[in-house]
């Protein structure tokens, strides 16, 4: 192709998917226990090793991609004649999309010539990855850069990120969750359900006891605002940290109740970055559907 499609590994595939979908990624990175390492999809530190440590009491931190990297990434392919399209994780929650749009200004300036489109996501995790997927599909299909850039502005918040967590551990810690409503949660078996709004920000939606419950309540959010409802024949992405258990029991409630969605339902790791902030217990459900721009139904 005349341009390349470009992200970063927050949007929590797998390197062969990535390779596969021939998307480039660059790297956040996440400090443990004062030990720099790169979120390269599990390869530097396998998932489990990573979640096992934060769960015996590591201590973790994650840093953004910078615009000396950046710039690294986008040269060689302006050198090389392609124009790019890059996608960065949500700008409400990391200042990655300010980092890659600096560096877009600098690379303008060197190549007039090619054509730098940076695009915020508003997204997150592997539902930035299905995004992603999403880009590639329309690319293969013969959409030029500037067709695709504009595909990309107009469907990101179609993209719906639905999550739930049954350890709250790391949200209190983080200070997303007071520690008393954490105690509270936790006593009371709370599984908070949250999704990603127009801002590209987490947002409580409902508090809800216990797994099955939640489980249940994500699906029937999917019913509720997937293209078609119960009709929806588009792909459908999971991630979890760590519990892959409820990330396989939300699947199968999915492919039983949607049967006509594009493939079986794919089930991801949540990444080190965002994990580093959710800790174990997450899992997160991805499909487009109702703009997020809308009021809640």
């Given at each position: ?92 929650l990391s200042g990655s999309y300010n980092s890659a749009s600096s560096a877009a200004l600098i690379v303008r300036e060197q190549f007039p010539e090619r054509k730098i489109y940076i695009v915020d996501s508003l997204g997150a ?173």
């Open positions: 192709m005349s341009y390349a499609l470009t992200c970063c590994s927050t949007a929590d595939l797998t390197a062969e998917h990535f390779a596969a979908r021939d998307i480039q990624y660059t790297c956040f990175h996440f400090t443990m226990d004062g030990v720099v390492y790169p979120d390269d999809l599990g390869q530097s530190m396998p998932f489990p090793q990573f979640y096992e440590a934060m769960t015996n009491g590591a201590d973790t931190s994650t840093s953004q991609v910078n615009i000396s990297q950046y710039l690294e990434m986008f040269t060689p392919i302006l050198e090389s004649g392609r124009d790019i399209l890059h996608v960065c994780l949500s700008s409400g995790s592997s539902g930035y990855g299905l995004f992603m997927d999403l880009l590639a599909d329309k690319r293969d299909a013969g959409m030029n850069i500037d067709e695709l850039y504009s595909w990309a502005m107009e469907n990101r918040l179609k993209m719906n990120h639905w999550f739930f967590s049954t350890d709250l551990t790391f949200y209190v810690k983080g200070g997303r969750v007071s520690k008393a409503s954490g105690f509270i949660g936790g006593v009371l078996n709370i599984c908070p359900l949250l999704n990603m709004d127009e801002r590209g920000c987490l947002i409580p939606r409902a508090k809800i006891r216990g797994k099955k419950k939640v489980i249940n309540e994500i699906v029937a959010r999917m019913e509720q605002y997937a293209d078609g409802g119960l009709d929806y024949d588009g792909k459908c992405y999971i991630c979890h940290s760590h519990c892959y258990d409820d990330a396989r029991a939300v699947a199968d409630m999915i492919e039983a109740r949607f049967p006509n969605l594009s493939g079986k339902v794919e089930i991801y790791y949540v990444g080190t970055t965002i994990g580093s902030h959710t800790g174990p217990g997450t899992v997160a459900l991805f499909f487009m559907g109702r703009d997020r721009a809308l009021p809640l139904l």
